[in-house]
């Protein structure tokens, strides 16, 4: 998992409930990325952010928001308009110059 | 949009026989690349080759690609317990801003 990191692993949210996931990488990439992942399936991307002070969204962004305030720090808010938020959650980063993405152990988001 | 899929879902094959997964895609790529994710765990990068590059090797990993016919392979060697896993294709098509569009994964179970 390199040197990203993401908290907390599980998380679980009552609806009508907007919960933040963190993710932090210590790697001094310029660009990160959140993506989610549903039971057998690929990933899916909900935001991407290339610079500081920058994000665009992904296909899937809507009920989710997020902010890149800092280089090491991209955290994803799931807000109460996201009416399926449970999933598993994976942040990535990479280089600029480089295409590899590097990816975080994951956040498990339940909806009780 | 999930731009690539893989071939077969899922695959069960016993301790020292060779894996081959496939992956087609639909639109121009500047690179594909190749993830390994354990269960529950983030995902781990394999390989990646180029538009230009046919053939790839690292370690017991082969990667093809056909341009042509827009479809990829990953060849496994010698294949161990410890390989069982999801593997997803990922393409950074042409135009796309150089994000990532996954495949939604072959899970390979490698008998002992």
């Known amino acids: 998992d390199g040197g990203i990191t993401q908290s907390p692993k599980y998380l679980f949210r009552k609806e009508g409930q907007n919960v933040t996931l963190s993710c932090e990488q210590n790697?001094?990439?310029?660009?990160m990325y959140w993506y989610r992942q549903d039971p057998g399936q690929g990933l899916r991307l909900i935001y991407y952010s290339q610079i500081v002070n920058d994000f665009q969204k992904g296909d899937i962004a809507e009920g989710y928001s997020v902010s890149r305030e800092k280089k090491e720090s991209f955290p994803l808010t799931v807000t109460s308009a996201q009416k399926n938020p449970t999933a598993f959650y994976l942040c990535?980063?990479?280089?600029?110059?480089?295409?590899?993405?590097?990816f975080g152990p994951g956040t498990r988001l339940t909806v009780l | 949009s999930q731009q690539g899929e893989e071939d077969p879902q899922a695959l069960s094959i016993q301790e020292g026989e060779n894996a081959t997964m496939n992956c087609s895609y639909k639109?121009?790529?500047?690179?594909l690349q190749w993830y390994r994710q354990n269960s529950g765990r983030g995902l781990v990068h394999l390989i990646l080759?180029?538009?230009?590059?046919r053939e790839k090797h690292s370690g017991r990993l082969r990667v093809t690609l056909d341009t042509s016919k827009k479809s990829s392979s990953l060849l496994i060697t010698a294949s161990r317990a410890a390989d069982t896993a999801s593997y997803f294709c990922a393409t950074d098509a042409t135009g796309s801003a150089r994000q990532l569009t996954f495949g939604s994964g072959t899970q390979l179970t490698v008998l002992p």
């Open positions: 080759i180029r538009s230009n590059e």
């Open positions: 639109t121009s790529i500047n690179n």
């Open positions: 790697l001094n990439h310029d660009a």
């Open positions: 990535a980063s990479k280089r600029t110059s480089t295409d590899t993405q590097y």
